[in-house]
Every structure is written in C-alpha cells, then in structure tokens.
C-alpha cells in the first residue's frame, strides 16, 4: 500500500520569509507520480505540480521550487519569500501508473504567512 | 478550456434522510471521474472512482453510493445519512488513460449532518 507523509502539521511564517513544507511517500512500485495541491481558504484544490519517478530534477517555477530525492523518498515544495496570499493548505500526493489516476493524499499542512 | 461543477456548496441534512450531490465536467470526453471526502484537519480520503459510464469502484464501505449515468455527470447518494458523513466531498476528474494526469476538484459541497 502508499502511504504519504506530511509530518508539518501546520507552519506560520512571516512576509518575505522562506518556508519548505516537506512530503516523504512510500510505496514498493518503480512507477509512479508525485503532486502538489493548494488549498486556499475557498476549499478548491489547485494542482500546482507533477513528478513522475524517473525524473529527478529539481523544478523552479516563480518563488515556487521543488526538491525530489528518490534516495530519501522525500518530495519537498520551497516557497521562496512567502506572500500573504501563499496562506493555505498544502497537500502532497502519490499516484501509481496502474491505478486509473487514484491519488494517496497526505494529511496537508496549513501554512499561515503573517504580514 | 475543461470545467467542473459541484453543487450544493453547502448543504445540512438531519440524520437518517437522503442524499444525492451532482458533479459534472465540461469541455472533456471519457474522464475518469472521483469522489473524495475530507475530514476536518486530515487529507482526503477517496470514496469512489469511475472509469466510464456505469463502472464504479469503491474504496471503502461505508454509508454511500455513487453513479454516472452520463460520461461526464458523477452523482454521490445516501439513503439515510449518518452523524459520521458530515464532511467536505469534492469531486474530481482526470485524464483517461493519462498515466500520471494530475487531478482537477470543484468547489466542494461542505455537508453537515445534524
């Protein structure tokens, strides 16, 4: 079975402070794909990224940047400089390639960025 | 562009009365369609999926059922709702046969049972 873990329940920051929400997944199959949701206070689910397990590069996108170790099975999201509007639910997922696009969510955590 | 609707937003329901919350997808054919519940403080939990028109799969038993009657139209029911199905139910599409397509969620309908 999968499983992912997102230990960081909830983080508060201050504006313009870096903050790296952390995400360790398990699972036995060679094949598979990570994600990173928000949830803004609305409730919807925005995707923000995907990974799939043989591509380990580090991807930057804005003040957006994610850190993918198969080593360490970790699959960490850095928001660099954090604005206000970054407060929100943060959930990390794992997606097998045999099971219909079925998603193992972690428990998210809540980042709170105070001005 | 690919559209999804859920509705209600809200809804409160006393126990033991039936339930039915409707989704549907535009502007996609042949999605695989998903129905998660989430508890107040945890990460989501997947109800059902379906791959096509008629075909569900649930991930736990439980007090609900789902259906798709149409190829884009997800509906999730209850005959009597319990005090423990008070929560957060999305609804969710992706790619068919896209391995790896990410998940796109409405809005969500936050129901509370009394």
């Known amino acids: 079975a999968q499983k992912v873990t997102q230990a960081q329940t909830e983080i508060s920051v201050v504006e313009k402070e870096d903050v790296t929400l952390d995400c360790v997944y398990e699972t036995r199959d060679t094949t598979y794909y990570l994600f990173w949701y928000k949830q803004p206070p609305s409730g919807e689910l925005v995707f923000l990224i995907r990974?799939?397990?043989?591509?380990?590069q580090n991807e930057i996108s804005g003040r957006y940047s994610w850190n993918f170790q198969k080593s360490t099975s970790s699959f960490n999201f850095t928001i660099t400089a954090s604005q206000v509007v970054d407060s929100a639910v943060y959930f990390c997922?794992?997606?097998?390639?045999?099971?219909?696009?079925?998603?193992?969510f972690g428990d998210g955590t809540t980042l709170t960025v105070k001005p | 562009s690919q559209t999804i609707h859920q509705w209600p937003a809200t809804l409160v329901q006393p126990v033991g009365s039936p339930l039915s919350l409707e989704c549907t997808v535009e502007g996609t054919s042949n999605p695989n369609l998903y129905w998660y519940r989430q508890a107040a403080g945890r990460g989501l939990q997947l109800l059902f999926y379906s791959v096509g028109i008629g075909q569900i799969s649930s991930e736990v038993p439980q007090n609900l059922s789902a259906s798709r009657p149409q190829d884009r139209q997800f509906i999730l029911s209850s005959k009597k709702l319990l005090l423990s199905d008070s929560g957060f139910y999305l609804c969710?599409?992706?790619?068919?046969?896209?391995?790896?397509?990410?998940?796109?969620f409405g809005n969500g309908t936050r129901l509370t049972v009394t």
């Open positions: 997922a794992l997606s097998l390639a045999t099971n219909a696009g079925k998603s193992t």
């Open positions: 969710a599409w992706s790619v068919s046969g896209g391995r790896g397509s990410p998940l796109h």
């Open positions: 990974r799939n397990s043989f591509d380990e």
